[in-house]
């Protein structure tokens, strides 16, 4: 049953109308679902139309959040209701029963067309949009929780090393750098696929797995070509400068931000950091795990500890803020205590501050991976869930944070969808 006064609050990149209180949906600006909130739980739909639902409850006597992919089934089911409610809103719409929250003189003429889109925008219509999703992206395989809403341009596909025991994300994949030409088209079958919806998307995220290794020579043209296919807001503007570029640039680009493999590859200097500030580089993101060296190699993973610690110190003192992803549980009981001792040492080393994150990522254990093997073999037992949330917490003690420094936050592999 519909409230009497439902709501309709029109943005610049985004719809979001309240059917009640427990019913909260968003869509961008072509009619594409994005994000709801019913009766407790949240609802997210990727591009390629897959459908991950979120809700609270419990895990080993910790308070946790549960998710699950919904089945093909349940999420057209989903969607069929939310068109149904859609429906009734554009009836109460047309007999001015809908409370109307925007800005100008036309609001409800833009509330009847942004409305007649998302209903538009019906199941057929989501699932050719799944496919038209396929011919411009390779799958994407993972982001930072803070680049979630990011535009994802690959100019990598895969990784370019891949042999982590750990991570399935990019298995079978062959890594590749795109040539500009190819990237040029790349970024063309972008802007035609999200149309206005880009406006939405307010960083693009360099992708693949690590594309801050492609050599700089390479690099430099392919940030150039985005600067070619997007406006970047000016370094150095105040509040109401912002403001006033984003009104007169609605698919403007804030920065860019990517991964970077710290551990192998070509190391890049403070200079070719520099120079990729320039270009808008505003955070490169670097999967230490750990750093214990010996868990490093248990996990195969290459290079020290000591070279993530350089990379994060070339990156600083070149003006680029870090992301810095820490991995809890990874190597059981029998690493733990060096897990500890020496993550926390190196983040100390590191000297993490404002504009860096931190995130603490729990261990997931892929089925019949590599890592279950040699986990075997070493005789690791898997710690529960307390025991990785003290190992958090007894890291995050050992680092005497500044008040004002780094962000500490989570990072769930298991929550993403892009």
């Not at 403070?270 to 190699?297: N, S």
Request: with cysteine; proline share 4%.
């Amino acid at each position: 049953m519909m409230l009497s006064e439902p709501k309709i609050n029109i943005k610049p990149d985004s719809m979001a109308i309240t059917i009640r209180p427990d019913r909260i949906y968003a869509f961008d600006r072509t009619g594409r679902f994005v994000i709801g909130f019913k009766e407790g739980h949240n609802f997210r739909r990727s591009l390629d139309n897959r459908f991950m639902e979120k809700w609270g409850g419990f895990f080993d006597g910790m308070k946790e959040r549960e998710r699950r992919f919904l089945t093909e089934e349940e999420a057209r089911g989903f969607y069929e209701t939310l068109r149904q409610e859609l429906v009734a809103l554009s009836g109460a719409l047309a007999r001015g029963e809908v409370e109307l929250i925007g800005k100008g003189d036309r609001l409800a003429s833009e509330s009847r067309a942004w409305l007649d889109r998302a209903l538009a925008a019906d199941w057929d219509a989501l699932s050719a949009d799944r496919d038209r999703f396929y011919r411009v992206y390779a799958p994407v395989g993972i982001l930072p929780p803070d680049q979630y809403l990011s535009l994802v341009v690959q100019a990598t596909l895969g990784c370019s090393y891949n042999k982590c025991t750990f991570c399935d994300f990019y298995r079978g994949q062959r890594f590749a750098i795109k040539k500009p030409a190819e990237f040029r088209q790349h970024l063309a079958a972008i802007r035609e696929f999200f149309g206005e919806a880009v406006y939405l998307r307010k960083n693009i995220f360099l992708a693949d797995a690590n594309a801050l290794v492609i050599p700089q020579n390479q690099l430099i043209p392919l940030m150039r070509e985005l600067h070619e296919a997007f406006a970047f807001m000016p370094y150095g503007l105040q509040a109401e400068e912002r403001i006033r570029w984003r009104d007169s640039h609605p698919d403007g680009m804030e920065g860019v931000y990517a991964f970077l493999d710290a551990f192998s590859g070509r190391k890049k200097t403070v200079e070719d950091f520099a120079a990729l500030r320039d270009l808008h580089l505003k955070r490169a993101y670097i999967g230490l795990e750990t750093g214990d060296d010996a868990l490093l190699a248990f996990l195969n993973k290459p290079g020290t500890a000591g070279d993530a610690c350089e990379a994060v110190a070339a990156l600083k003192a070149a003006g680029v803020p870090v992301g810095v992803i820490v991995m809890t549980g990874v190597g059981g009981d029998r690493f733990s205590e060096g897990h500890i001792r020496e993550t926390a040492q190196t983040l100390r080393q590191m000297a993490l501050g404002d504009g860096d994150i931190l995130y603490f990522s729990e261990f997931v254990e892929h089925s019949g991976g590599e890592y279950a093997e040699r986990a075997a073999e070493y005789g690791v037992r898997p710690l529960s869930r307390p025991e990785i949330a003290a190992q958090q917490q007894e890291m995050v003690s050992r680092l005497n944070l500044p008040r004002y420094g780094a962000k500490v936050a989570k990072y769930d592999i298991r929550e993403f969808v892009y």
